[in-house]
C-alpha cells in the first residue's frame, strides 16, 4: 500500500529556534498534502492543506507566518515551525492525497520545545 | 458542518472481552466512513473503512457496518487482545473528496 514518511520522527529544540518537518509519500505522487496538530489525549486537529507549486491554505486560527508550509514537489511537503515556544510542543502528522483521491497518514512526529 | 461523535472513554476490557466503540455522524450526502487506530507513540493506522450504506467495513477481527438510517458507524470486535489496546478513531470523509472529520477518540485498555 501508499507509505508516507515523516522525518524525523522526534525533535527536542530550543525555544526561540526552528525546527523542519518533512512529509514524503514513498510510492506515488501527492497532489494535496494535509498537516495535523494532535495535543494529549487529543483529537486530529487540520492546520493547513498544501498542493504542490502553490500557497498552502491555513484553517482558522493557525498562524501562517509560524508554521511554514512549502509543497515543493509532488512528493514533499515542508512543516517549519518558526520560532518555536513551548506551547508548540505536539505531535505533528501529515497526510497525503494520491491522484485518485485516497488519503495515507504519516507516522507523526513529536516535537517538544524546552 | 460535518461531525463526528464518539463514545468518551477510556474504554478498560478484560482480555477475550467484547468490544463496541459507538460512533455517529452528522453530514450531508453520502460520506465515507472510517475508523483508524493510533498506538502509543505512533501515528494513525486504516484500520477499516466503509464507502456506502450497509457496507461492512472488516479487519484484524473489528468490523464496523455503515448504517446510514441511524448515521452510525460503531466499531465491534467480539474478543480483545492486550496487543488492541489503543485510541481508535471514527472519521468520515464528504463524498466530493472532502477533508477529514476526526472524531475525540477512545481509549481503549485491554487488561491480561
Known amino acids: 500500500g501508499a507509505v508516507v514518511s515523516q522525518h524525523p520522527s522526534r525533535v527536542i529544540c530550543k525555544s526561540g529556534t526552528s525546527v523542519k518537518i518533512e512529509c514524503r509519500s514513498l510510492d506515488f505522487q501527492a497532489t494535496t498534502m494535509f498537516w495535523y496538530r494532535q495535543f494529549p489525549k487529543q483529537s486530529l486537529m487540520l492546520m493547513a492543506t498544501s498542493n504542490e507549486g502553490s500557497k498552502a491554505t491555513y484553517e482558522q486560527g493557525v498562524e501562517k507566518d509560524k508554521f511554514l508550509i512549502n509543497h515543493a514537489s509532488l512528493t514533499l511537503s515542508t512543516l517549519t515551525v518558526t520560532s518555536a515556544h513551548p506551547e508548540d510542543s505536539s505531535f505533528y502528522i501529515c497526510?497525503?492525497?494520491?491522484?485518485?483521491?485516497?488519503?495515507?497518514f504519516g507516522p507523526g512526529t513529536r516535537l517538544t520545545v524546552l | 458542518g460535518n461531525s463526528v461523535t464518539q463514545m468518551e472513554g477510556p474504554v478498560t476490557l478484560s482480555e477475550e472481552a467484547f468490544l463496541t466503540i459507538n460512533c455517529t455522524y452528522t453530514?450531508?450526502?453520502?460520506?465515507?466512513l472510517f475508523w483508524y487506530v493510533q498506538y502509543p507513540g505512533e501515528g494513525l493506522q486504516l484500520l477499516l473503512k466503509?464507502?456506502?450504506?450497509?457496507d461492512k467495513g472488516s479487519n484484524k477481527g473489528f468490523e464496523a457496518t455503515y448504517r446510514k438510517e441511524t448515521t452510525s458507524f460503531h466499531l465491534e470486535k467480539g474478543s480483545v487482545q492486550v496487543s488492541d489496546s489503543a485510541v481508535y478513531f471514527c472519521a468520515l470523509r464528504g463524498n466530493y473528496g472532502q477533508n477529514f472529520v476526526f472524531g475525540p477518540g477512545t481509549r481503549l485498555s485491554v487488561l491480561p
Open positions: 497526510s497525503a492525497r494520491d491522484r485518485v483521491n485516497e488519503q495515507f
Open positions: 466503509a464507502t456506502k450504506a450497509d
Open positions: 453530514a450531508t450526502g453520502y460520506p465515507s
